[in-house]
């Protein structure tokens, strides 16, 4: 599986970024079958999870971006994509788009690192 993120920037506070990650997969060129995350890496910070999605659509969300952030995907175009709204300095970090098995998403580990075999190079993202 290969995934590449884009969309970072900077931002005022307040403001929205959207994020996008394109999925490729060898054999099914697509990530139906896989859980897709979104994590993010403050410096000196731990990676932690933002938001995953599966393939039916399930989402999660970290509660420090519930009611900011959603995360959808486009199952045609291969593209899990993390709208950010009302961006705050916390939220400065660099984003990683990220896929696991896809029993993942409905379990409560979906937000640790060590779930999640595939990972993008990384958007910065900066308010």
């Known amino acids: 599986v290969q995934l590449v993120e884009s969309g970072g920037g900077s931002v005022q506070t307040g403001g929205s970024l959207r994020l996008s990650c394109v999925v490729s997969?060898?054999?099914?060129?697509?990530?139906?079958?896989?859980?897709m995350g979104w994590f993010r890496q403050a410096p000196g910070k731990e990676r932690e999870g933002v938001a995953a999605?599966?393939?039916?659509?399930?989402?999660s969300y970290a509660e420090s971006v519930k009611g900011r952030f959603t995360i959808s995907a486009d199952n045609y175009k291969n593209t899990v994509t993390l709208q950010m709204d009302d961006l705050k300095p916390e939220d400065t970090a660099m984003y990683y788009c990220?896929?696991?098995?896809?029993?993942?998403?409905?379990?409560?580990?979906?937000?640790?690192?060590?779930?999640?075999?595939?990972w993008g190079q990384g958007t910065q993202v900066t308010v």
């Open positions: 990220a896929a696991a098995g896809s029993w993942i998403c409905v379990t409560s580990t979906w937000f640790l690192v060590e779930k999640y075999g595939y």
């Open positions: 999605i599966d393939s039916e659509r399930r989402t």
């Open positions: 997969d060898d054999h099914y060129n697509d990530f139906k079958g896989y859980c």
